[in-house]
């Protein structure tokens, strides 16, 4: 099954974040609300021998209260977006010790590089971070091994396909996908996947912000996501950005590594 998320999708996303942190966030202050209420009856009735443990519920509560508000701080307040033309072969090869490292021994890391691939141009490390969860998300689902192919190739757009696609400009663009021969998706998960905090991982393990940070990079680089699941079949997380079309790569930007060099 193919996922098209659209952008009625996104906003009810949205929609459902802040109902989410709104109602969670609330229950916690009904617990420290609640706590303080007791200490206070307490200490009007002079019973102060065990309010400690009010104190400690309530100091509780608002703890994780705070951290509620910091995940949602830092999904929100990303670093702002620094597009430039991006070496994204040179980029994905960087990474490929990371990657390693990020897979276990049990799993197969495999780069294939497009050739004569276009710039993209999008924010270099917040492609590092999309390709970086992407892996994570391939890793977690091959708990018994398997392989992982990083793919990179040019793609052209017609007007007849974007025509039949909500999200999709037609035009020039830099497929990246990650592949995975792990367990797939239902499509119950497939249509929830980019909503921020959803997750089926154990808690602890999975923010469930992965994906819905990844659609947000690429959209707001003016491209879009694609991914392809099935129970059994692995699953290919596609992202597409657009193609750079400047004459030239400014000077200043050619002489980091993960920047592309023209003739
Ligand atoms: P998290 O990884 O923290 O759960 P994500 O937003 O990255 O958050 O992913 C949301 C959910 O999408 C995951 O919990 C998982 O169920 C599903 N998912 C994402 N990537 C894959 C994948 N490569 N294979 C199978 N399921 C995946």
């Known amino acids: 099954a193919e996922e098209a998320l659209r952008q009625s999708q996104k906003m009810e996303a949205v929609g459902q974040l802040t109902g989410g942190i709104a109602h969670d966030f609330n229950n916690l202050l009904t617990g420290v609300i609640g706590s303080l209420d007791l200490i206070q009856t307490r200490v009007a009735q002079g019973r102060t021998g065990d309010i400690g443990r009010y104190i400690d519920a309530a100091m509780s509560s608002a703890n994780r209260a705070a951290a509620l508000t910091h995940r949602l701080l830092a999904f929100s307040s990303r670093q702002p977006l620094d597009p430039k033309p991006v070496d994204a072969n040179a980029l994905v090869a960087s990474m490929e010790e990371l990657f390693r490292r990020t897979a276990r021994e049990t799993i197969r890391v495999e780069l294939r590089a497009g050739q004569d691939l276009w710039l993209p141009l999008c924010d270099p490390n917040q492609l590092e971070n999309a390709l970086l969860n992407l892996v994570i998300n391939a890793r977690d689902a091959m708990p018994d091994g398997g392989a992982i192919a990083i793919e ?69 680089s003016g491209g879009h996501v694609r991914i392809t699941s099935g129970i059994g079949q692995g699953t290919t997380v596609k992202i597409f950005l657009p193609r750079y079309l400047g004459d030239a790569v400014p000077r200043d930007l050619s002489a980091t590594n993960a920047l592309a060099t023209r003739p």
């Open 152 to 220: 990179t190739a040019n793609v052209e757009l017609d007007h007849a396909y974007a025509a039949t696609q909500q999200d999709v400009k037609p035009g020039q663009y830099v497929a990246l996908s990650v592949s995975d021969t792990g367990s797939g998706m239902s499509d119950d998960v497939l249509a929830r996947v980019f909503e921020p905090f959803f997750t089926t991982k154990p808690i602890g393990q999975g923010t469930g912000l992965g994906l819905s940070m990844v659609y947000g990079f690429v959209r707001q």
